[in-house]
């Protein structure tokens, strides 16, 4: 019998219940549970960090009978019972009552859960009081999901709330340092890796397994995971879409793959994209639509960055950041906008989109942004611009992007002029879908931009208030379209110039290259 397909679902006890396809991962949680105390591990979200909370849940309660068949059957000890208690940040109501007034609430509904006498204390000392009292049962689980959501979801527009939300954090998590005899596991999980200083300063023990190649492939599915767990929807999918499986296979990868939580670990797809492609049958950004942080979009404005791959990171700038000290790339990849494509000298990563449908739904959400538009709004115009490009009339493409830069906002582009104008092209061929390079490094220098369509190859070099003919000139010099010729496609020189008084573009001029 085919399964039911995981359609939003994170309960464990319901999917096994319910018939709904569940991909073994209990090995890697036997691995965590039988090695250590104290984890963390941030994914994206949509990525099954609550299901392996309620796995973990169902697991300590002794649920025997919703682990029939899996790897860990055989091998827990299932004699052995913990109380649990589990928290998931995302639900407990703190944008309503604040922090304090919402783990308040939390910790009376466990504490009547768990028959206890009620205490009147604060959060942290309710919570000592909690774990004191459950311990008379057996060493405690604790299991917190999402511990960042009090923090991330100020970051937009209140850095005081998600900084004073820090601190509260900071001391619920210390009760759970204070008590380590009391406890067999704490499990957290979340989409960021705050500074250990600022909200994990009292768990110096903690484990963080987000970037341990023995548990990268823990969430999300490998491409085995995929073809063996999918056979009956592949091949359905397949028919449905009249292409041969292989072919299926590579525009799945090529749509949903490309996820890398360590440069030596292989990749996974997103568990939600692949689900609800397989439900629709049709290739859609499904994990993009479910909306994309207001902060991350904020914080890409503020730092004038419009552009925002490949590039070359730290370590450090994964996890060392603070509510008032965000690097926008360790951002970027924790929330999985990017991803680990190579570890270079030095320590450096190299980052870039995991995948078409992020890069596909990205750059619209980041065009849309910047020009004012939104909700497909701009459909309309990309259709129309990528249309008078491949006719080769760039007169009445310049006209419709002078038009575009007119009706933008000037606090935008008021900051970073020169990178302004020239992520807004940048950004609308890559929506065009077009072949699109910036900063093309050849051996004489760098291209700005190199755009390609079906019949044309254009070289494109930007200017700040100068001229078009210096703009032109530096392609000839530099003889940036030899790199090309053998596209065997006409190749044209193309130079703009943008005027930081007129705040648009105030000339431009198209030459044939040799």
Known sequence: ???????????????????????????????????????????????????????????????RDLFKGLWIEDRWDWDKRNPVLRFNFTGIGFAKIGLDAALDQKLDELIKDFDL?????????KFEYLIKNCAKAGKVVVLIDEYDAPITHYLANDLDTAKANRDILRDFFVVLKNNDGLLELVFLTGISRFSRVGVFSGLNNLTDLSMDIEFAAMLGYTQEELESH???????????????IPDLLQEIRRWYNGY????????????????????????????FQTGTPLFLINL???????????????????????????????LLFQTGYLTIHARKAFGLYELDYPNYEVEHSMTRNLFET???????????????????????????????????????????????????????????????????????CTSDGRIDAMVETPSWIYMIEFKLDESVETALAQIHKKEYYQAYWLKDKPILGLGINFSSESKNISDWKLEEMP
Not at 304 to 320: A, C, I, K, N, W
Request: overall charge neutral; some cysteine; glycine content about 6%.
């Open 300 to 330: 890409l404005q503020q730092e004038g960055l419009y552009d925002v791959r490949p590039t070359l990171q730290s370590e450090e700038s994964f996890d060392t950041f603070s509510p008032d000290a965000i690097n926008p790339y360790g």
């Open 260 to 287: 890398r939580f360590h440069a030596d670990a292989e990749t996974v797809y997103n568990p939600y994209s692949i689900n609800l492609f397989f439900k629709h049958k049709e290739f859609r950004s499904f994990w």
């Open 1 to 63: 019998m085919v399964k039911k397909l995981l359609l939003g679902l994170q309960d464990f006890r319901e999917i096994i219940s319910g018939g709904y396809k569940y991909i073994d991962k209990t090995r890697y949680i036997y691995e965590m549970c039988s090695t250590g105390k104290y984890y963390f591990m941030s994914r994206p979200r949509r990525f099954g960090k609550s299901m392996t909370v309620s796995t973990l849940h169902e697991l300590y309660s002794g649920s």
């Open 117 to 125: 006498p009620a205490s009147q204390a604060i959060p942290s000392l």
């Open 370 to 440: 910047i020009v004012g538009k939104q909700n497909g709004e701009a459909v309309p115009l990309v259709y129309k611009l990528e249309t008078l490009l491949e006719k080769r009339q760039v007169d009445q493409v310049i006209k419709q992007l002078q038009g575009l830069f007119k009706n933008v906002p000037y606090q935008l582009h008021e900051q970073y002029p020169e990178k302004f104008f020239y992520a807004v092209v940048h950004l609308l061929f890559n929506y065009m879908g077009l072949t699109v390079k910036s900063e093309v």
């Open 230 to 244: 999918f056979v009956e929807e592949i091949e359905l999918t397949a028919q449905k879409m009249q292409l041969p």
